[in-house]
């Protein structure tokens, strides 16, 4: 179990890729902060991880959009007391309702996706980094799209935010390479079958697409000992080798 040691928390870890990565890094034998607002999503992966013999996660129901900056710190917190340190963090959570025409985007979905792809990542990050600097070794994950990051039409605030995402990441690469703690890479996982997937491309044959857990090698190798020293990179899944 290469992960034994570590204690990582992931965003949006009730269904969707940031489950698929939450089984998968337990099974590796990390402890898992499963962070997601739906209380029966967050049961019913703790119950998976359970089974498949990994370390009781720690469930931490929490709403990314509509915690305030105490409640953030109240979540780092929290964790520095039970944990001690973190050595990673991986931002899953995303939010995407449908691709929309500019002129047809409503302000409210707009600053929600914002929120809660981009705002919530700063915020996580920035009240977690004293958490993560008393780890020897961290890692954090930001989650892309490959699609969305190339801005295409119709593509509104989930693109931007996407866009935004990747250079935030690169600028936090930046900022701590030189204390060579703490390395920051962005996931392009590409297309997989995943429920955001499925709400974007409904029409799609699912059965030519990889399934979720194809990613867990990737999840593996960016918060394992074989990425230290990888940072400000983006990693696609689809051509990802060891």
Known sequence: M?????????????????????LALAKQGAHIILLDKSIPKLEKIYDAI????????????????????????????????????????????????AYTPIINHKTQDWGHTLNVNLNAAFLLSRVLLPVLQKSQQAAIVFTSDSA?????????????????????AKIL???????????????????????????AYPAEDRSKIPAMDSLAPVYAYLFGEASIGVTGQIIDAQTFKL
Not at 2 to 22: D, E, H, M, R, Y
Not at 174 to 199: C, F, M, Q, W, Y
Request: charge should be neutral; hydrophobic fraction near 40%.
């Open 173 to 199: 690469a930046e900022e701590l390479e030189a204390g060579r703690k703490i390395r920051v890479n962005t996931l392009v996982p590409g297309p997989v079958d995943s429920p955001l997937r499925r709400k």
């Open 50 to 97: 359970v089974a498949a013999g990994g370390p009781e996660p720690m469930l931490y129901p929490f709403d990314l959009a509509g915690a305030s900056e105490e409640q953030y710190q109240e979540l780092a917190d929290a964790i520095a007391q039970r944990y001690g340190s973190l050595q990673g963090l991986l931002h899953s959570a995303v939010e995407f309702s």
């Open 2 to 22: 290469s992960l034994s040691k570590q204690v990582i928390l992931i965003t949006g870890a009730g269904g969707g890729l940031g489950g698929t990565a939450a």
């Open 148 to 168: 969305a990051r190339k801005a295409p039409a119709y593509a509104g605030a989930y693109g931007v935010s996407k866009i935004a995402l990747e250079g935030f």
